[in-house]
């Protein structure tokens, strides 16, 4: 039997008459950027996130740029991220200008870590962008705290994690400003590339939509420099068909977790602590002690996918190192060795989660 990591074609094909005839619709109508869709999808967006204004963007790189050039930080400007993550988290603070602090993670939850992060506050700190990395929130409480003590932003990076819920709110209403990515492999992808930009701050909300939009607010009158990051319309109308299914699919990813953690054995299952809802954008084991490469070789030869997120943190990475970064942050550095990432995606079948298991549980 074969098992993707993520089946998009049988996403599609579930929701085929409802996308297609979206699809056709923007298609139709002959508007294909800031149309009616966009209006849309921004309005259904900040319901479904329960915030002021979403602001529908180019992707979720551009989101985080936007966020970070929307807070006005630049130059001397320190912005704590956590060290294990997509390079996007990083990548965006250093092109916006600012500079970036790396903080090492907790080992069970491979979130940021709020004792580390707190270590690494200093006076020239003014944000932090925390991760809900494979879909499972990171510690707002402690990170919000710290924020509000020191008077520093809080930028959530929600690429992973649009449904997922903190003490039952969701994700990127949590901070000042949320990002999210519908990269076509996230949990709520579009067709392309797309981002969304989240917040409750009018005064924020006025700045990301001058800068998503050259600057400008009417049509040839520029306020200040932007750049050119819409939602287009055809993605905007295949994220509204998506956005009313998001919860049950969401629902599944859990479901297909929980019967991963009730039977999996050979691998450490990840920790969810009790206030968290995770939406398993990615489900993730350990493969601890350098052996992760053979198992994924076994995994790929019964026909079951896996992946690493990520194989090198960012501060090693030689983008970093060349920056002069010359640090070590010992658990994204262990967890970068042991991360494995298992099939997990709304249609899988019960006959592949058994297989999954049988298939792990029978490695040597
Ligand atoms: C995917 C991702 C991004 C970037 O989103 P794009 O839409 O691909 O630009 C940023 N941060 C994290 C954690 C991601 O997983």
Not at 29 to 58: C, D, Q, R, S
């Amino acid at each position: 039997m074969q098992v993707p990591l993520i089946d998009l074609k049988a996403q599609y094909l579930s929701i085929k008459t409802e996308l297609d005839s979206a699809v056709q619709e923007v298609l139709r109508n002959g508007h294909f950027i800031l149309g009616p869709e966009t209006v849309k999808v921004e309005e259904e967006m900040a319901k479904f996130f329960g915030v002021k204004h979403a602001i529908g963007v180019n992707s979720g790189t551009d989101a985080l740029f936007l966020a970070v050039k929307a807070l006005g930080l630049g130059k001397d400007d320190e912005v704590i991220v956590p060290a294990f993550s997509f390079f996007a988290t990083a990548e965006t603070v250093t092109l916006a200008g600012a500079r970036v602090v790396f903080a090492d993670i907790r080992p069970d939850t491979f979130n940021l870590d709020p004792k580390q992060l707190e270590a690494k506050i200093t006076g020239n700190t003014k944000a932090i962008i925390p991760v809900h990395l494979y879909g499972q929130p990171a510690d707002m409480d402690e990170i919000l705290s710290l924020a509000r003590s020191k008077n520093l932003r809080v930028i959530e990076d929600c690429a992973q994690s649009i449904g997922a819920e903190y003490r039952n709110v969701k994700t990127g209403g949590i901070g000042d400003i949320g990002c999210l990515s519908f990269f076509p492999t996230k949990n709520l992808g579009c067709a392309g590339d797309g981002g969304m930009l989240l917040t409750n701050n009018d005064t924020l909300a006025e700045q990301m939509k001058l800068l998503h939009a050259h600057g400008s607010a009417s049509k040839y009158i520029h306020s200040l420099i932007g750049l050119n990051s819409r939602l287009d319309e055809l993605q905007a109308a295949i994220i509204r068909v998506k956005l009313k299914y998001i919860q049950a699919w969401n629902e599944k990813r859990r479901k297909n977790a929980k019967f991963y953690n009730n039977n999996l054995k050979n691998a450490a299952i990840p920790v969810t602590p009790e206030h968290v809802k995770h939406v398993y954008n990615q489900y993730t084991v350990r493969i601890p002690d350098g052996k992760r490469s053979k198992f994924q070789a076994y995994l790929k030869e019964k026909g079951v996918a896996s992946a690493v997120h990520y194989p090198i943190p960012m501060h090693k990475q030689k983008a970093y190192t060349d920056l002069g970064y010359n640090i070590s942050m010992p658990e994204s550095e262990k967890a970068a060795q042991e991360v494995c990432s298992l099939p997990n995606y709304p249609e899988m079948s019960e006959e592949m989660l058994n297989y999954v298991v049988e298939t792990i549980n029978s490695y040597k």
